[in-house]
């Protein structure tokens, strides 16, 4: 059984960073991509940062670039998400999710597996 676990979200002033973390556990993958996705209130589930686990290649939407950055630990099986220079608009649920032979890594339907999700709270 796949297992995602993510941990911690929390409450941030504007400006400021929080560090999210992803184990993996249940079964091994190949030619996968890890991603992290948000979902604020009222709004469809959000792309935020992907990475291929074979190059540890990176893909992030113009909202968060330069501001997030994804990386991963082979040994634990752990993907990060830093967030750094937080907005209120940052603002939500955020999601891990693991999928293999992924196409389009912006779509969240291509990914099988997610974790339970951690929310961000950004306060201005």
């Known amino acids: 059984q796949v297992q995602l676990v993510e941990s911690g979200g929390g409450l941030v002033q504007a400006g400021g960073s929080l560090r999210l973390s992803c184990a993996v556990s249940g079964r091994t993958f190949s030619r996968h991509a890890m991603a992290w996705f948000r979902q604020a209130p009222g709004k469809a589930r959000e792309f935020v940062a992907a990475i291929m686990w074979s190059d540890a290649s990176t893909y992030y939407p113009d909202s968060v670039k330069d501001r997030f950055t994804i990386s991963r630990d082979n040994a634990k099986n752990t993907v990060y998400l830093q967030m750094n220079s937080l907005k209120p608009e940052d603002t939500a649920v955020y999601y891990c999710?693991?999928?293999?032979?992924?196409?389009?890594?912006?779509?969240?339907?291509?990914?099988?597996?997610w974790g339970q999700g951690t929310q961000v709270t950004v306060s201005s």
């Open positions: 999710a693991v999928g293999e032979a992924i196409i389009w890594l912006r779509n969240a339907a291509e990914y099988p597996y």
